[in-house]
C-alpha cells in the first residue's frame, strides 16, 4: 500500500502562486495530480511517469510538476493561477503500465490516493 500526503494549499488571488508537496511511502514510477472542484469532474492536471511529464491543456505552461526520488516526493509549481483553478488538488499514484491513458480520462484505476489540499483562487 503506498501512502500519499499532501501539503501546500491554499488562498492566493488571481495572477499568484502556490506550491504543492506530495509525500509517498515510497518512489512509483507514476505518479500525478488530479484535481476536481465543486460539481465538477476530477480532472488530470500533471503527471511524472519515468521521468516523463504530462499536463492538462489548461495548465500547460503556468503549472510544473517534478519529482525528488531520494526525497520520495511529488511537486507541482503554480503560477498565474486563476478563478477556475480553484478545486481539490489530489496526489494520485499507480503502478499501471496505462497510468497515462487513465490519468487522461480521471484516473479512475489509480490505486492509491492522497487526503487532498484544498488551493483557492479568489478574483
Known amino acids: 500500500q503506498v501512502q500519499l500526503v499532501e501539503s501546500g494549499g491554499g488562498s492566493v488571488q488571481a495572477g499568484g502562486s502556490l506550491s504543492l508537496s506530495c509525500v509517498a511511502s515510497e518512489n512509483i514510477y507514476c505518479i500525478s495530480w488530479f484535481r476536481q472542484a465543486p460539481g465538477k469532474e476530477r480532472e488530470g492536471v500533471a503527471l511524472?511517469?519515468?521521468?516523463?511529464?504530462y499536463y492538462a491543456d489548461s495548465v500547460k505552461g503556468r503549472f510544473t510538476v517534478s519529482q525528488d526520488s531520494a526525497k520520495k516526493t511529488l511537486y507541482m509549481q503554480m503560477t498565474s493561477l486563476r478563478p477556475e483553478d480553484t478545486a481539490m488538488y489530489y496526489c494520485a499514484a499507480s503502478r499501471s503500465l496505462n497510468c497515462v491513458d487513465n490519468w487522461r480520462t480521471g484516473g479512475q484505476n489509480f490505486r492509491f490516493w492522497g487526503q487532498g489540499t484544498q488551493v483557492i483562487v479568489s478574483s
Open positions: 511524472i511517469r519515468s521521468g516523463f511529464t
